[in-house]
């Protein structure tokens, strides 16, 4: 086999050993102490990211995932005119990822069956920037230096596994937890007691009010249905929410913040930030799977963050003997939590 045909055979392999990798939800977390969820929850997170990685959105045998890869359409069977579906395509080595003509192979020979120049036939790379153009530039830049080093002879299924875990620890290292949006020193502390908390509750509702979306369901339920129904209203709703909690964090942070709320608020606005973020790769997920991906294995945690930093604004309030009945102004900022467990009560049947 030509090293075209090797690099194409271990592509796959390598593939199938990341999205092993990636399916359990609990290697990411730990790599990052991150808290476990419940086992509903990973079962739930397990099963979207699972349909992620078999989704084939045009039945041609080459799931949505590698079509990002490979810049075929995933809503096209035959994206170059070939004769045949996107899948035999790539199994015939007539379509290979982007990512290979942009590295110098050295031996390399165009495969014997090939009927496609590859650049000429216009195949177009991974969006540029995302994860999974920079895990496949990450991966093709790897295997030439491990080919190399192995004296140009084919790597073992070993050599190919220990490949795969580099090629993860590097993309994990890449998609850490977003650093902190603000710090203490960024916010403007000023004046304590109830006067001062229930001024601060009415000027952050409204920010909150300013920054709502129009969501009717909840961010993971439209995760689900971008991702199993292939709903694009469903990302539109997404990207709608990481711009609204991303606006209201920035208009939260310029509030002058009683000197009792300074730690909780911080905490709120970087939480906040971060679940921004992870709704805009959601919101992604056609073009930048692997991002998507990783993003749901720290939405639970970030979530959960969120919903800590929220009680203990509640707790505050609370031991400074406001109270805050639904409708008043500052209540929907102050009860956040206790809203969420109405609406969650709601669902229960």
Do not use: C
């Not at 290697?27 to 739930?44: D, K, V, W």
């Not at 005119?81 to 390399?108: F, N, R």
């Not at 093709?140 to 875990?165: E, I, W």
């Amino acid at each position: 086999m030509n090293t075209m045909g090797q690099i194409l055979g271990n592509w796959r392999v390598i593939f199938a050993t990341f999205f092993a990798m990636v399916l359990v939800v609990g290697s990411f977390m730990l790599a990052h102490n991150i808290e476990s969820p419940s086992l509903a929850q990973a079962s739930a997170e397990s099963a979207l990211l699972q349909a992620i990685a078999t989704k084939d959105s045009d039945d041609d045998g080459l799931p949505d995932w590698e079509e990002a890869l490979y810049g075929t359409d995933s809503h096209i069977t035959d994206t170059f005119k070939l004769g045949m579906t996107d899948g035999e395509a790539v199994a015939k080595g007539l379509v290979i990822p982007k990512a290979i003509a942009d590295i110098s192979i050295g031996t390399s020979t165009p495969s014997a069956n090939s009927e496609v120049d590859y650049k000429a036939a216009g195949i177009k790379a991974p969006t540029e920037g995302t994860l999974t153009d920079a895990f496949a530039k990450t991966f093709f830049t790897l295997y030439v230096a491990a080919k190399q080093a192995n004296g140009g002879r084919d790597l073992t299924s070993d050599q190919t596994s220990a490949l795969a875990s580099q090629t993860m620890d590097q993309l994990s290292r890449d998609f850490a937890p977003a650093a902190d949006f603000k710090t203490v020193a960024d916010l403007n502390v000023s004046g304590s007691g109830p006067d001062a908390l229930h001024s601060f509750a009415i000027l952050a509702e409204t920010v909150m009010k300013k920054n709502a979306s129009d969501a009717r369901m909840s961010d993971l339920e439209y995760f689900q249905a971008a991702v199993q129904q292939d709903d694009a209203s469903a990302r539109t709703h997404l990207a709608s929410l990481s711009k609204s909690y991303r606006d209201t964090a920035v208009g939260i942070s310029i509030l002058s913040v009683p000197q009792e709320l300074a730690d909780v608020d911080l905490s709120i606005i970087n939480a906040l930030v971060r679940l921004s973020k992870i709704y805009g790769d959601f919101a992604r997920v056609n073009t930048d799977p692997l991002s998507a991906m990783l993003a749901l294995q720290q939405y639970r945690q970030t979530e959960l963050e969120a919903e800590q930093a929220f009680a203990t604004l509640a707790h505050i309030y609370a031991a400074n003997g406001i109270v805050l009945p639904a409708g008043e102004p500052g209540a929907l900022f102050v009860n956040v939590i206790a809203n969420i467990g109405v609406r969650q009560q709601a669902k229960t049947p």
